[in-house]
């Protein structure tokens, strides 16, 4: 009996695998199974032609289904484990030869960390068939198949995989709130330990000199600190350029020291309002864009910039002039995907800057600094999109397909056919994107007054299909709400019908009480519509 963990030189896999060599029969029991350390014991599994019994749990929606599927296919036994209480978290490696018995107890999942790079701990044992331990073990094997369903048919995996994708999604959301949250809450905790520390220094200070000022102190500008600025600053440029023009200085480096000291000096103001940082350097730093946002922002601007440097060190490699990722709708694992859903991100902050008053979300104001760093990489706008708005044949192209998309809907009973870049349809998605993208390069040129032929040409093509171009898809969509309150009026025009006469109406009657309740925050068009339709009697002074 020996302890087995995960090092540079030993670890599970390697051990797993030695025994796998010799094994006659080989039963696993884990509580998470991932591709990613299946496939490091299956090539050898299968080369042995050995089949292998194994018990997965799939509490916490950890295991993954394309490993459920690889062991289905190549045959081997699985005993699915589908009780939310308890928690099936057993880890065993039970490896039997002619009479001998490797089992492996701990900790390690059969995934790659739990093989190879997480902490691990399990017992290595080697025991014979009539064991007392072995016994034991084959005891809890058969307790494990009561609690469990074995597997006969891949549909028992595809019904997995539906509520695994669900709990994925949902989570994916969840885990991104989470990591905002996380960040306010670490930098809070940085800022306290910061104020700590610096009040433990300022008295230490008073202590020393009980007479003098620390806080002036603090702030005084010093000869030495005048004559090794230009240095500092030096490196900072140097940094700058190593970093794509990035110049917010993470902690890990040399210059932080530096970098933050030029922050407190810029936020402190003595009673006259006046900063303790020179004029002179900070007009210097101006030049250099030198971030002076709230220290709140500074993890979340570092994360940006890298996200930035990355797509901008893509672009570079594949000789791309403009910094641009799309996202590959047909190959969700594309690893460049969420890049391309920050491109996508930055083109709707910067939309929503220009159109402030059409665009009142939640979303994060982008500042002048973003708007400096994106036009130093080339960020392609939408208005400079020349691939996807300007090119002429893409956009006929285009059309055709608005057009056979509306045909293919009112002959199905829809109305609602107008595309939308969240539609579960990848095609259907990226026809609602460029759709977007069109309706803003026409509402940007008009309100600028440029390239009014092809705006006018483009406006022109898209109204002779129904869409509006003035207003966009919201118009079209209240018109199709329209068109449905119109039907009902015509077939039942009893202004609030009243239980089982309702019911075939409720979702319009709803979208008619909505209309009248928000009626007061509407935007002008859509009063004066609804007072044209009467649902909202006009007031009169």
Known sequence: ????????????????????????????CTAFLKFSGLKSLLELINQKKTKVTFFV??????????????????????????????TFHPKIFLLRTQNEVKVFIGSANLTSGGLETNIEISIECDTATDSLLHNDLLDQLN???????????????????????????KHQIADKEFEKEEEKINEEERLREEERLRKIEEEKTRKANPNSNSTKNRFAISDDYRKSWPIYFEEFKQFKIENNGNTIIPKSHKLYNWYKRQREFYGHKDENGVRAIL???????????????????????????????????????????????????????????DLGQWCLEQRLRLRQLENEENYKTKRRKITDYEIKRLKEVKFLTESENEGGVVNQNGFIQRLIDLEDLKNKCLKAGIRRWIPSQTDSDPKIAELGGWLADNLTFIRNHRKNGTQTELVESRSKDLNDL??????????????????DWLDM???????????????????????????????????????????????????FN
């Open 143 to 169: 307790y494990f198949k009561t609690k469990s369903k074995k597997i006969e048919k891949l549909e028992t995996i595809l019904d997995y995989e539906k509520r695994y994708k669900v709990y994925k999604e």
């Open 1 to 28: 009996m020996k302890l087995l963990s995960n090092s540079e030189n030993r670890n599970h896999k390697t051990e797993i695998l030695n025994a796998i060599e010799l094994a006659e029969e080989i039963t696993i």
């Open 466 to 483: 129904g869409i509006d171009t003035i207003i966009g898809k919201e118009k079209n969509n209240f018109e199709f709400d329209v068109l």
């Open 279 to 337: 004029p002179e350097h900070l007009e210097l730093l101006n030049k250099e864009n030198f971030f002076w946002g709230n220290p709140n922002e500074v993890i979340w601007m570092q994360k940006w910039e890298n996200k930035l440097a990355r797509v901008n060190a893509y672009c570079k490699s594949i000789n791309q002039d403009y910094a641009w990722i799309t996202v590959d709708k047909n190959n969700k694992r594309n690893p460049l995907n």
């Open 57 to 86: 749990g799939t509490n916490f929606y950890q295991t993954e289904p394309s490993a459920l599927k690889q062991l289905f296919n190549d045959g081997h036994t699985i005993y699915l484990n589908r009780e939310k209480s308890p």
């Open 489 to 539: 009026k015509k077939l039942y025009p009893i202004d609030n019908p009243k239980g089982e006469e309702r019911k075939p109406y409720a979702k319009i009657l709803n979208w008619e009480s909505g209309q009248r309740n928000k009626y007061e925050s509407a935007p002008p068009w859509k009063k004066q519509r609804l007072v044209e339709l009467k649902i909202v009697k006009p007031k």
